[in-house]
């Protein structure tokens, strides 16, 4: 069995790397370990430059039934809101579609495009020459090889191919940081039905921003076919983590980050509803972007811990990048220059809005030079184009 290049993971990187390889006339094989599409909540959509480009693959209608992208008017950064409407070429795009229906519909253009994903087929292993490489899977009849062209991993933050082509994963991991997320129901009243904002202590607040308070960090939104889902930030916060989240944990840590509690409750109904937390935010970008014939793309390639949702803008713009260059629009030995730096400015931006958010005196000083700066042209710019990625 053989194929032009092997793409291991079903996840939005992996599938669209897929389409735009079918589109240059290149055939890939999909390869994913989960027998069925995951239904279990991720992104929420796409923020920045991707969705440009998706709409140039016809794909933002098809997502959204509107004809074209507009300019985001406005946007958050670090707790602020950032007016970008004063931005004669705004950068600033965003497509508000659940990540599992992007994957739904990029793997249905597949499929059209007579490739299919072969699902419960697992990556086990790999060992290449200057010819291609051999790919062992475990499939449900028993395993088998597969030759190819070239291999890219884009099978997320845990990578097996990333492991197995030996390519180092540094990065830095902050743990003094709490995170909680859960979709609830907001007490009855809670939110203005004329404003969308919540009634709370210090408020009225905004829904889509992230809140500085003295206890920490909130957020609340909502989205299509869903309740409110609401975050927590909370600095130097002790908890165990091996007892499962629940919605009074969340409500518990509201309650500090607010003052004063909000009585949310579980949403009804089967869901999928978030229900997470994180002690841990891991910022990574692999040691390099190709070994030899192997090469990876999104979060087997970079891990971001950032506010706003840019890895999957960051991984989608990885996988346009590199199926023109698998389908010989470019140097292969090139990849890893161009898209390393965006990730890590990506990474940088990230580490400015956490620094934005965090707790202290000395945090209020950084906030007022950083507001006087927002009100210049060039430092809406600069952020602008941070919140676009790249």
């Given at each position: 069995m053989s194929g032009e290049v092997v793409v291991v993971g079903a996840g939005p990187v992996g599938l669209l790397l897929a389409l735009e390889l079918v589109r240059d006339g290149v055939q890939?094989?999909?390869?994913?370990?989960?027998?069925?599409?995951?239904?279990?909540?991720?992104?929420?959509?796409?923020?920045?430059?991707?969705?440009?480009?998706?709409?140039?693959?016809?794909?933002?209608?098809?997502?959204?039934?509107?004809?074209?992208?507009?300019?985001?008017?406005?946007?958050?950064?670090g707790g602020f809101a950032v007016d970008l409407r004063r931005l004669?070429?705004?950068?600033?795009?965003?497509?508000?579609?659940?990540?599992?229906?992007?994957?739904?519909?990029?793997?249905?253009?597949?499929?059209?495009?007579?490739?299919?994903?072969?699902?419960?087929?697992?990556?086990?292993?790999?060992?290449?020459?200057?010819?291609?490489?051999?790919?062992?899977?475990?499939?449900?009849?028993?395993?088998?090889?597969?030759?190819?062209?070239?291999?890219?991993?884009?099978?997320?933050?845990?990578?097996?191919?990333?492991?197995?082509?030996?390519?180092?994963?540094?990065?830095?991991?902050?743990?003094?940081?709490?995170?909680?997320?859960?979709?609830?129901?907001?007490?009855?009243?809670?939110?203005?039905?004329?404003?969308?904002?919540?009634?709370?202590?210090?408020?009225?607040?905004?829904?889509?921003?992230?809140?500085?308070?003295?206890?920490?960090?909130?957020?609340?939104?909502?989205?299509?076919?869903?309740?409110?889902?609401?975050?927590?930030?909370?600095?130097?916060?002790?908890?165990d983590d091996s007892v499962p989240m629940t919605v009074g944990e969340l409500r518990a840590s509201l309650a500090r980050v607010l003052g004063a509690d909000l009585a949310v409750e579980p949403p009804s109904g089967t869901g999928p509803h978030v229900l997470r937390r994180a002690v841990a935010r891991h910022s990574r970008i692999a040691d390099s972007y190709q070994a030899g014939r192997v090469l990876l793309a999104g979060d087997a390639a970079h891990v971001v811990s950032g506010i706003g949702g840019p890895g999957l803008n960051l991984g989608i713009l990885d996988a346009v990048d590199l199926a023109g260059r698998l389908a010989g629009g470019g140097p292969l030995d090139g990849y890893d220059q161009a898209r390393r730096g965006p990730a890590e400015l990506v990474l940088a931006h990230a580490a400015e809005q956490s620094a934005l958010l965090g707790p202290g005196a000395?945090?209020?000083?950084?906030?007022?030079?950083?507001?006087?700066?927002?009100?210049?042209?060039?430092?809406?710019?600069?952020?602008?184009?941070?919140?676009?990625?790249?």
């Open positions: 890939p094989v999909v390869l994913e370990a989960l027998p069925q599409p995951s239904n279990l909540p991720k992104a929420n959509g796409i923020v920045g430059r991707a969705v440009p480009v998706l709409h140039s693959r016809g794909l933002y209608r098809a997502l959204t039934g509107r004809r074209r992208p507009r300019p985001a008017p406005r946007f958050m950064y004669r070429d705004n950068p600033v795009y965003v497509l508000p579609v659940p990540q599992r229906r992007l994957e739904a519909v990029l793997a249905e253009r597949l499929a059209s495009a007579g490739v299919a994903v072969r699902r419960g087929h697992t990556f086990s292993g790999l060992s290449q020459d200057s010819s291609g490489v051999a790919v062992t899977v475990d499939g449900p009849s028993g395993s088998y090889s597969l030759r190819c062209d070239y291999l890219v991993g884009c099978d997320g933050a845990h990578s097996a191919v990333r492991k197995a082509a030996g390519i180092g994963f540094p990065g830095a991991v902050d743990d003094a940081v709490v995170s909680r997320s859960a979709h609830v129901v907001l007490p009855k009243g809670a939110v203005s039905s004329l404003t969308a904002r919540l009634r709370a202590p210090g408020g009225p607040y905004r829904p889509y921003l992230f809140h500085r308070t003295p206890g920490g960090v909130f957020s609340f939104a909502r989205f299509p076919g869903a309740p409110h889902l609401v975050t927590t930030l909370e600095w130097d916060a002790s908890v000395e945090v209020e000083a950084r906030r007022s030079s950083f507001a006087a700066s927002l009100a210049t042209e060039a430092g809406l710019r600069r952020v602008a184009e941070a919140i676009a990625g790249g």
